[in-house]
C-alpha cells in the first residue's frame, strides 16, 4: 500500500459525459501527479500540482482540468468524454518539487461507451 | 516521439536465473531513471533509481546500470524469483525541468512483462 487513495475504482460512461477522479496524496506529501495510461501504452504525464498551484503540465487536453485543494487532495474533471479517454489514470504524490520517488495510487479504470 | 523505449515488450526467466531487462532514451536531458513495477490492478511500484553520476546502483537482487553514451540501461534481477513476475516500467526525468521550476514529470516507456517460471 503506497498510501495514495484514488476513488473510484471503477468508472463506465457515456460518451460526452463528465466524470471527476479524485486522489489523496500520501501524508505529509505536497505534490500530486496525474498519468493517463492507455492500452499498451506507457504512463503519460498529464499534470502535477504542488501545494495546490499547477506546477507542470503535459499532454493535458483542453476537455481536461484538475486542482488540488487546500487538503492537498486532487480531482481530475474530464469532459466531452470521447471513446479514446478509456484509460486507467493514476495519480502520484511526492514530497516536493524536487527529485524525490513518485508513489502511485491504484488507479482509476475508466471506460467511455 | 517516444523518448523512453522498451524494446521487450515481454521476456521469460527460469527461477533462480538473471533477469535483464533493457531500456533506451533519446533525450540527453534526462539525468534521473528510475525502475517501477506493476501488478494487475494496483499502481506502479518503485523499485530503484539511478542519478547520471552514477554508472550503477544496488539494491538488494536489482541493480540498474546506466550507460550514458548509449544512452541505456539496464535493470538486473538477481535471482529472480516467481514474486518478480510484473510488468516493468522505466521512466527518466531531468533537473532541467525541476530547476527552472518546470515541475517533477516523469516519462515512462511502454513496459516490459517479466514471467518468472518455476
Known amino acids: 500500500d503506497s498510501g495514495v487513495t484514488q476513488t473510484p475504482k471503477h468508472l463506465i460512461t457515456a460518451t460526452g459525459q463528465r466524470v471527476t477522479l479524485r486522489c489523496s496524496p500520501r501524508s505529509g506529501d505536497l505534490s500530486v501527479y496525474w498519468y493517463q495510461q492507455s492500452l499498451d501504452q506507457g504512463l503519460q504525464f498529464l499534470i502535477q500540482?504542488?501545494?495546490?498551484?499547477?506546477?507542470a503540465k503535459g499532454n493535458i487536453l483542453e476537455r481536461f482540468s484538475a486542482q488540488q485543494f487546500p487538503d492537498l487532495h486532487s480531482e481530475l474533471n474530464l469532459s466531452s468524454l470521447e471513446l479514446g479517454d478509456s484509460a486507467l489514470y493514476f495519480c502520484?504524490?511526492?514530497?516536493?518539487?524536487?527529485?524525490?520517488?513518485?508513489?502511485f495510487g491504484p488507479g482509476t479504470r475508466l471506460l467511455v461507451l | 516521439d517516444q523518448q523512453v523505449k522498451q524494446n521487450s515488450p515481454s521476456l521469460s526467466v527460469q527461477e533462480g536465473r538473471i533477469s535483464i531487462l533493457n531500456c533506451d532514451y533519446t533525450n540527453s536531458m534526462f539525468d534521473y531513471f528510475l525502475w517501477y513495477k506493476k501488478y494487475p490492478a494496483e499502481g506502479p511500484t518503485f523499485l530503484i533509481s539511478i542519478s547520471s553520476i552514477k554508472d550503477k546502483n544496488e539494491d538488494g537482487r536489482f541493480t540498474v546500470f546506466l550507460n550514458k553514451s548509449a544512452k541505456h540501461l539496464s535493470l538486473h534481477i538477481v535471482p529472480s524469483q516467481p514474486g518478480d513476475s510484473a510488468v516493468y516500467f522505466c521512466?527518466?526525468?531531468?533537473?532541467?525541468?525541476?530547476?527552472?521550476?518546470?515541475?517533477?514529470?516523469?516519462?515512462f516507456g511502454t513496459g516490459t512483462q517479466l514471467k518468472v517460471e518455476l
Open positions: 502520484a504524490s511526492s514530497v516536493g518539487t524536487v527529485r524525490e520517488t513518485q508513489y
Open positions: 500540482y504542488y501545494n495546490g498551484e499547477e506546477r
Open positions: 521512466a527518466a526525468s531531468t533537473s532541467i525541468l525541476i530547476l527552472t521550476g518546470g515541475g517533477n514529470k516523469l516519462t
